[in-house]
């Protein structure tokens, strides 16, 4: 078995893989479907869950179950971190951007693919602070509030806060997603999961 | 301190002076020098008393949080050093955890791969260290499917895998049989003979019947350094109800760091 096989194996690389699969076909299904194909307004609980499905699955596969082995590598482990996080972070994109056909400049591909940048860099943030297998937590608690928030009048102008539910081309929702996958992927290559078993 | 006849310790391949390593409002160690070389050196020592704090740091896992360590002659704090250490050490921690999905052989050769070592002498050197620690005919079974004794034994065997010339071993007999102890503390002298073994453990009969060399250490200081020999010299005059000399030994050891340190000892 090749090295990359074994890293793969470690991280849970094919479990992942399969949820990407599942979180495809169920954004196909549910975007392809008559009334959300007619009314992209429809897709917006899409955007925020199918997001939160692959960058849940990203999150947890940051995690070490041998960390404190993993922490004596020679092999620096910066690169393997930067290549983990982009290559998973650019499949989640690619594929669920296919599986949002049409109106990409309302809520459609190009509000995906904002929607996963932003949302894995909030995990990767948490994987730092809280560790890899609840990584998942954080990016659901603001994705709720915000689903849940954004019917108040006051807040649907707020793009700061409501970024994940601006229509596609909209830079100022496009300049916090990047921004929180910048900082939260940066944290975790360079410092790497939070340390979740302690000694006795 | 209470020192007695010092060991030799060849060659320095660890030099450690001034190390402390604080967690929060604890003092792990506290401004502790020491140095080992080729042979097997024992760390006992209650718990709490700072053995595993000492161990990481000289895994690299842990930054200490004053004083100087050494490996191999070089300071930790260069990447390079750092990185030529991390090739030449060998390491079990407490719990060293590993991948569900993976078999003895994999496991190992997941270890050869992060010491960085030459793909084309990885499966040979993954099936010697598999056999040193008796686990061949069990290489291809999946490590969740073996007992505790055996799970540790796959940590002792990842630890070797590179030939280290460094070998950190905190609680490496725990969960293992007697038979299996015996065998270990063989594999223990003979790995000694070559490398600077640094086992950690409260298990002063392993200390006994392996090592050349044991430093006690209490409160985050060492307490005693000497051979085993000598700490038994110290029990020799209790009570044998107390267990053996060694054991009587180490409790004199610390009885007599603990007044040291209250002052006791200038009354």
Known sequence: MTSFALYARSRALPTTLAAFAAATLFTLWAATRPETYVDPQRRIPLLALAPLLATSAIGVSLHQYAQELDRTAARPWWRLRLAHLLALTALAALLLAMAVPGHSQEFGAVAMVRNILGATGITAAAAVLVGARLSWLPTLLYFGAVFLSYSAPHLRTATVWTWSMQPGPQRAAWAVAMTAFVVGGALYVAVGTRRERERS | ?267
């Not at chain 2, 097997?40 to 004083?67: D, M, Q």
Request: one cysteine or more.
């Open chain 2, 1 to 267: 301190m209470t020192t007695m006849t010092r060991p030799t310790t060849g060659t320095g391949a660890v030099q450690v002076s001034g190390l402390t390593v604080r967690h929060r409002r604890t003092t792990a160690l506290d401004g502790v020098d020491l140095d080992f070389g080729t042979g097997v050196h024992g760390l006992l020592g209650p718990n709490g008393a700072g053995k595993t704090s000492l161990i990481r740091v000289l895994a690299t896992v842990a930054r200490p949080t004053g004083g100087r360590v050494e490996l191999f002659g070089g300071d930790l704090t260069a990447p390079r050093t750092l990185r030529d250490a991390r090739r030449r050490l060998g390491y079990l921690p407490q719990d060293f955890g590993y991948y569900p999905g993976f078999t003895v052989r994999e496991f190992v050769a997941y270890v050869a791969w992060l010491k960085e070592m030459p793909a084309d002498t990885t499966p040979a050197a993954v099936e010697r260290a598999v056999a040193r620690v008796g686990l061949a005919d069990r290489i291809d079974a999946k490590i969740r499917t073996l007992s505790g004794g055996m799970v540790r034994r796959v940590g002792i065997a990842q630890a070797v895998v590179n030939a280290p010339q460094l070998l950190l071993l905190d609680e490496p007999t725990a969960g293992l049989d007697p038979e299996q102890r015996v065998e270990f503390r063989s594999l223990l002298r003979e790995l000694g003979e070559e490398a600077t073994v640094i086992v950690s453990t409260h298990l002063v009969e392993d200390v006994a019947a392996a090592c050349t060399d044991v430093t006690l250490i209490e409160r985050g200081r060492v307490a005693y350094r000497g051979t085993p020999q000598s700490l038994a010299a110290l029990g020799r005059d209790g009570d044998e109800s107390d267990g053996n000399t060694t054991e009587r030994g180490y409790t004199a050891a610390l009885r007599a760091h603990r007044t040291h340190l209250t002052g006791g000892g200038q009354a």
